[in-house]
Nanobody, 127 residues
């Protein structure tokens, strides 16, 4: 069992930056590949980024490549999403998710392939 708690959301102007954190409970954090998803009002939950358990491989959706960076600190049981050059279309509730996997390689995966979810944190990009 893994419990996930996101933090770091808020209101930011276009072009600004935010760093989201996701703290995980349990001692098996390093055996999970971790992902970030987002869901805007009236939209389906969509993949944003994920990272292998080792931190050695990452994947991103095209719309955030070059602007967002996912990372993790297994000693702190935490995964991060650094978001730069934010745009109004990035406005959404952001969720972190965990997927049991020993794979060193990640690829974009749909929400139903993840085992555990956080409660979400709101990110609003507006002037």
């Amino acid at each position: 069992q893994v419990q996930l708690v996101e933090s770091g959301g808020g209101l930011v102007q276009p072009g600004g930056s935010l760093r989201l954190s996701c703290a995980a409970s349990g001692r098996a954090f390093s055996t999970y590949n971790m992902g970030w998803f987002r869901q805007a009002p009236g939209q389906e939950r969509e993949f944003v980024a994920n990272i292998a358990w080792s931190g050695g491989d990452t994947a991103y959706t095209d719309s955030v490549k070059g602007r967002f960076t996912i990372s993790r600190d297994n000693a702190k049981n935490t995964v991060y999403l650094q978001m730069n050059s934010l745009k109004p279309e990035d406005t959404a509730v952001y969720y972190c998710a965990a997927r049991k996997s020993y794979s060193l390689v990640v690829r974009p995966r749909p929400p139903d392939e993840y085992d555990y979810w956080g409660q979400g944190t709101q990110v609003t990009v507006s002037s």
